[in-house]
Structure formats: C-alpha cells, structure tokens
C-alpha cells in the first residue's frame, strides 16, 4: 500500500482485509440476531494510562484527523448519541493497540488521514481539522467518489457502528448509551478483561505464533 499516493489513485484495489470485514458486517446485520452478535467482540476496560496516552495523541495526527472525521461522520444532535457520546476515539484506540489487529488494517487508517490531508491541504491549503463543516462535508464527499476514498470512509462508518453496539467494556458505548438509543437488550454474559479472546491461552499461542512468523519472513 505504500505505492499508493492519494485516494485517487487507480492502482489502488480494496484489500483483503476489508473484504472480508464487509462480509462479516452484512451477515451480522442481515440475521436477525445481528446486534446482539456484535457483542462477542473482546471486552475491553480504558486504564488511567491508557486514558492519558489517548488524549496526548488526539493533539498530533493521526490521531487528532481521525477524532475530526468521526466527529463529522457522527456529529452531535438531538436525534441519537454521537461519537464523542459513543466514545469512538476510545474504541478506535483498542482496535489499534489493544487487539490482533491485521497490520494492513491499521496502515490503512494511518495511511488514509495522511491521503486526506494532501487532498485538502491541495483544495483548500489547510489541514482537514482546519476545516468548517461544510468544507469538510465537501472533502469527505470527493474523496468518496473514488474506490479508496469509499473503502475509508466506510471502514470509519463501520468503526462508529461497532462502537455504538458493542458492550461498555470495549471501550466505546458507555453505559449502554447506543443501546439505549436503538432500544437494544444486549446478550449476556458479557466477557470480562482477562477471558478477552485474544487473551485466551490457545488463541494468544497462535498469535504469538503468527507474528514470529511474519516476523520472520
């Protein structure tokens, strides 16, 4: 992916990664018990130092475009929770760190602020946070026209979604606050930090296993 220069770029194609990601988001919310199926992601609990070292890095980028865009995408209204409500920040953060996350994945987000910030920084000569509503409206809405362009936005759409509905201790949806909108009863039990999946003995062998493999090659 490092070839790739902007979103316009027509040498990009979407990656495996987020294929099957897509797939596994029509087949949660196409069964009817898609919602609650969305509550077997890890559980996950935000320390005071993993607090602190979230708010350091939402002053730099990434961090602090990525903060923007989901506050664009998911603004504040009376109408239903946003992201800051939502705690997406704290969700994207875990998804980061905290789980097995595929490495092309997190270079994609990564890669993504760095392909909108040359777009708007070539439109308009500032930095998308430096943008009003309607110009970052207006951004977002360009670079969706393209099939990188789309394939972000949508990966940051389906962050916010999983953020909203998955249980308190992933890091997003405090107290329920998406449930609660949606009039959703969340499946029990929930997992709590320690039998994550991730933490799980046969499943951190394997991992461990797999990036001294990648490691290795």
């Known amino acids: 992916m490092n070839f790739i220069k902007s979103f316009f770029d027509i040498a990009f194609t979407t990656p495996e990664f987020l294929k099957e990601k897509q797939q596994t988001r029509r087949r949660l919310l196409k069964s009817a018990a898609g919602v609650s199926a969305l509550t077997l992601f890890p559980a996950w609990t935000v320390t005071a130092t993993q607090n602190k070292q979230l708010s350091t890095l939402l002053t730099t980028d990434p961090w602090k475009t990525l903060n923007s865009v989901m506050n664009h995408l998911l603004p504040a209204s009376k109408t239903g929770p946003s992201a800051e409500e939502i705690q997406a920040m704290p969700f994207l953060y875990n998804l980061v760190f905290e789980r097995p996350t595929p490495k092309d994945e997190i270079e994609f987000i990564f890669k993504g602020v760095e392909w909108l910030n040359g777009y708007t920084n070539q439109k308009l000569n500032r930095s998308f946070v430096k943008l009003t509503f309607d110009e970052k ?5 360009d670079i969706s026209q393209s099939n990188a362009g789309s394939n972000w936005i949508n990966m940051m759409l ?5 953020a909203m509905l998955s249980p308190p201790a992933y890091g997003g949806n405090p107290n329920g606050i ?6 959703h009863k969340a499946g029990f039990p929930l997992p709590a930090k320690g039998q994550r999946y991730f933490e799980l003995p046969k499943r951190a062998s394997i991992i461990k296993l797999s990036r001294l493999s990648e490691e290795s090659s």
Request: proline content about 0%; hydrophobic content about 45%.
């Open 158 to 162: 389906t962050n916010l979604l999983e």
């Open 137 to 141: 409206e207006t951004m977002l809405r």
């Open 178 to 183: 998406g449930w609660q909108w949606l009039e």
